[in-house]
């Protein structure tokens, strides 16, 4: 089960920083987390401080889960949908787990690295928020888990997975306020709490049980006023969520072909509401709760975009307008075996037939007409006859019966408001569980809290962790080659005053040519801007005839031989400066700090070939030379890689990699792969092969390596080739049109070694994505993420995949991505 479509658009973040120690030295926790330290954090920053401590951590339970129970795990939670939840969720609290005390029983070899400071687990918390406009909960609907897998089909339908069968849980969370722009902020729930990221390491059910325990005795405010706790699990994560009280929940989306534009100026959505108009000045807000049965935090939340600060019992004054929920027109879909509405109008109702009931007599009980109950359903049991003996259980529709079911397809959480399933069709497995709310004295009681070895810190300050733990976020301006852009040469800037003046490069016989027409016509007084002198003279050249222009050519050709001479003078004279000044920076006065010169950006690291300096080999290990960026995040300085192996060697198919070692990626399976942050990363020249679109069957030649059994001539070769044919990109044409062909004879090569690339075909680059979808497998891809965040830690780029929900500053586009 993979977590599609978690990709928000984002606020620009900052370098992460880098734990200074390995997750697997981390020992797991106590159940009372005794040697441990628990924060409370209410901060957003502390979070994103923790950032990459967090995607670490996800990846090293993941690790251990597949080490101890030999079984395939599912991908853990991606750096891309971490950053999007932590800069989108509001509010956003938690906690997090640190060790403190080297814990009982640790192996002897562990000890050595054992460090106080180091993350066991975090868990964070928020508002519910969807994007989708004609989003709804509904269990008793077809759609909702029309796409299960079938072994999670099989699992539903023999019980073994606990789920809403009476859709009560989920007409329940319908019938709660909501309200919200689904192009701008949202459509808030309320009443509905989300654990939207927890990660832990023996941890996991003490935290969770913390939260609940949090939110139950939590007061309410226009905010938070949570009735109810959600959650999207993966499918390992299921059997633990259930045995915490969750139980599965339908959720649809109704898609319907309107116009974008025509849907955006529908702007906000809520639940059915009615206004109302305040005839006595003084009245509050707590008198029309009271009289209208209904929660005096829904009226102030609904109410809140014209009063930000209204209050419970503040006097109101004559002619105020306050929303109210309607609840006569809750629009939570119900079951009919336990609450008979008769009619067409209101939610629609399912009905589960008794064993051997016909549609005649469920018609004839709910007093609808039969063929409309008929026709109603065949879209879903195509040969359902009124005399039909109906099997217990089965789902019939027996309201709304003209209201179209086809257009329902299952939510997928976290995309935009314009998504279509068609294009992620993966849907999310939500969960739910009723909150036990506490009010007054039991609000105070915390048997959970209270039962851990240690207390629930309150104070925390991620600038405090010590450097022993985490790094300092990368510097931008290290001046670090291998992750920079060379900068270019200043105009102006300080020489030494023994530093030898490079030669001006010679004139070509049209320069010569031109200037004598320059002054031919100035001396004849005639008038004309130099761009059309230009033009004009260019197109008089070409009909020149060689004779005419020999004078021009040898002129040409003698300052080409001087200009070649100086060159060579040059080049003795600013060595013999270089012995003498060592210290110069031709660039500009030595005394400057190098910091100041290096103000270029970061190279962009997706899509190379890189490997790890000794800090990276530190932190990674040594096990794999070269890797290649699937994912990176230049705001954020991170690197998703995955490790490359030795394929064998090219054959002479590829003439320019003849003899040399053929690079592959490592299989995905392996779980060989590695997020770090690029501070540790070295671009190395290479090249791609075949320009494939899948990942898994791309061939690299690198150009860093020269350890294959090749032959001198060989050797010789591809390294007089490097200026010619090498990139210090795995090339990847960004629209598949435009690719690198490394299979050219030597002869096309020119005499200046210029690099040369051929474009080739649409058609003839998209063979092999074509070819990978007759073998039936999807094409790996490969994501460059602009201040973007890709939806699932696959090798599958999701570019986006990588739909996601917008930020409430959403309209300043400060972000955007590539499509591949």
């Known amino acids: 089960m993979n977590l599609t479509g978690l990709v928000a658009l984002r606020c620009e973040g900052k370098p992460l920083r880098q734990p200074n120690y390995s997750m697997r030295h981390v020992p797991h926790t106590s159940k009372d987390l005794s040697n441990s330290v628990i924060y409370e954090i209410s901060e957003r920053d502390h979070f994103n401080d923790s950032m990459a401590e967090f995607v670490l951590l996800c990846n090293e339970v993941v690790r251990r889960k597949a080490v101890k129970y030999n ?54 918390v928020t508002t519910f928020t969807n994007w989708q406009q004609n989003f709804r909960w509904d269990s008793m609907h077809d759609s909702a888990f029309a796409y299960d897998e079938p072994t999670l089909a099989a699992q539903m339908h023999s019980n073994e997975r606990v789920w809403d069968r009476d859709g009560s849980l989920a007409e329940a969370l319908q019938n709660t306020v909501r309200c919200g722009d689904p192009w701008n902020e949202g459509i808030v729930w309320p009443k509905i709490a989300e654990i939207s990221l927890i990660g832990a390491l023996g941890c996991g059910k003490a935290l969770l049980s913390l939260v609940i325990e949090r939110l139950e005795a939590m007061q309410p ?12 699990a993966t499918e390992n994560s299921i059997p633990f969520y259930e045995s915490m009280g969750f139980v599965r929940v339908g959720c649809i989306t109704e898609q319907r072909d309107k116009d974008v534009e025509e849907v955006k100026q529908q702007e906000i959505v809520s639940s059915p509401v009615f206004t109302i108009q305040i ?20 009226i102030i939340f609904l109410s809140h975009y014209m009063y930000p600060d209204l209050a419970p019992k503040a006097p109101l004054r004559k002619g105020t307008t306050l929303f109210i929920p309607d609840v006569s027109k809750l629009d939570g879909c119900t079951n009919a075996n336990k609450k008979i509405h008769h009619g067409l109008d209101g939610p629609t109702q399912w009905y589960s037939s008794l064993d051997n009931e016909t549609p005649k007599e469920i018609a004839k009980k709910f007093n609808v007409p039969c063929k409309d109950l008929l026709d109603a359903n065949r879209v879903r049991i195509a040969d359902l006859k009124a005399h039909s003996r109906l099997i217990e259980g089965t789902r019939l529709q027996v309201s709304n019966l003209h209201q179209s079911m086809d257009e329902a397809v299952p939510y997928i959480h976290w995309t935009f408001p314009d998504s279509k399933f068609e294009d992620n069709p993966d849907p999310s497995y939500m969960m739910a569980r009723k909150l036990n709310r506490k009010k007054g004295a039991h609000a105070k009681n915390k048997p959970i809290e209270q039962s851990f070895a240690v207390k629930v810190e309150t104070e925390y300050d991620s600038a405090s962790i010590p450097s022993s733990i985490v790094q300092a976020p990368a510097n931008n301006t290290t001046g670090n080659t291998p992750q920079f852009k060379t900068p270019n040469k200043s105009k102006k800037y300080k020489s030494h005053p023994e530093q030898p003046v490079t030669p001006k490069r010679p004139k070509t016989a049209f320069m010569f040519f031109l200037h004598g027409e320059k002054e031919r016509l100035k001396s004849k007084n005639v008038k004309i801007c130099m761009p059309d002198l230009s033009r004009v003279a260019a197109e008089h050249w070409k009909s020149m005839p060689d004779e005419t222009k020999r004078p021009f050519v040898e002129a040409a050709e ?40 290096q103000k270029s950006g970061f190279v962009n690291l997706f899509n190379k070939v890189v490997k790890l300096n000794e800090e990276g080999k530190r932190q990674a290990g040594n096990e794999f030379e070269y890797y290649y960026v699937l994912t990176y995040i230049p705001d ?3 690197c998703h890689l995955a490790p490359l192996r030795k394929a064998g060697i ?79 990109d795995a090339t990847f044409s960004d629209n598949m049109k435009e690719v690198m062909r490394c299979d050219q004879t030597p002869g096309e090569h020119s005499s200046n070694h210029e690099a040369q690339t051929v474009k080739l075909s649409t058609d003839n680059s998209l063979k092999n994505v074509d070819q990978d979808f007759k073998e039936n497998k999807e094409p790996r891809k490969r994501s460059v993420l602009e201040k973007v965040m890709s939806p699932i830690r696959s090798r599958k780029p999701q570019a986006d995949s990588t739909s996601g929900p917008k930020h409430k500053t959403m309209q300043s586009s400060l972000l955007s991505f590539l499509r591949l």
């Open 71 to 124: 079984v395939k795990s599912s991908k853990p939670l991606s750096l891309e949908y971490m950053a999007d939840r932590l800069d989108v969720d509001d509010p956003v609290f938690g906690f997090m787990v640190r060790t403190n005390e080297i814990p009982a029983g640790i192996p002897s070899n562990q000890k050595d690295y054992f460090q106080e400071g180091m993350l066991q687990g975090f868990i964070t």
């Open 221 to 232: 405010n226009r905010k938070q006023n949570y009735d109810y706790v959600v959650l999207q």
């Open 279 to 298: 005839k006595k000045a003084g009245e509050t807000v707590a008198d029309y709760a009271k009289k209208y049965g209904v929660d005096i935090w829904d």
């Open 558 to 597: 003698k300052m080409r031989v001087k200009y070649e001479e100086d060159m060579r003078v040059y080049h003795s004279q600013m060595n013999e400066f270089k012995r003498k000044h060592p210290q110069w920076d031709d660039e500009g006065d030595a005394d400057e700090p190098a910091l100041k010169k």
């Open 636 to 638: 954020l300085f991170w």
């Open 650 to 728: 090219f054959g002479p198919n590829r003439k320019k990699s003849e003899g040399r070692t053929k690079w592959m990626l490592v299989d995905e399976g392996e779980g060989k792969e590695l997020d770090i942050t690029g501070a540790v990363c070295q671009v190395v020249k290479s090249r791609c092969t075949r320009g494939c679109a899948d990942a898994d069957k791309e061939e690299w030649d690198i150009i860093d390596d020269f350890s294959a059994t090749t032959s001198p001539e060989t050797k010789s070769s591809a390294i007089d080739g490097e200026e010619s044919s090498v990139t210090e």
